[in-house]
């Protein structure tokens, strides 16, 4: 922790983040893959993806590209929705 302010360093943020990645069962390599994939099948763009999901489309470019270590169980049922896929434990 940083002692001065009482916050985490951003290296320990990191760990943090991996190991939250780790713990949740996805796979974000694939996870990021198989979005990106069902949403091209579908001629989508990220916009319009985002708004069938209810999400930011720079949200969705995020988990497409591996950016974001641990998405968040809303976000992934709310893509597996609007996708008609089962993202769940990819």
Do not use: H
């Amino acid at each position: 922790m940083n002692s001065k302010a009482g916050k985490p360093t951003i290296g320990q943020e990191a760990a943090a983040l991996t190991q939250r990645s780790a713990m949740n069962g996805y796979d974000n390599s694939q996870l990021a893959r198989r979005i990106r994939r069902a949403r091209l099948a579908r001629g989508w763009s990220l916009r319009e993806l985002g708004r069938r999901a209810g999400l930011r489309d720079t949200t969705i470019l995020r988990i497409e590209r591996g950016e974001t270590g641990n998405p968040s169980s809303f976000a992934i049922n709310a893509l597996s929705a609007a996708l008609e896929i089962q993202l769940a434990g990819v």
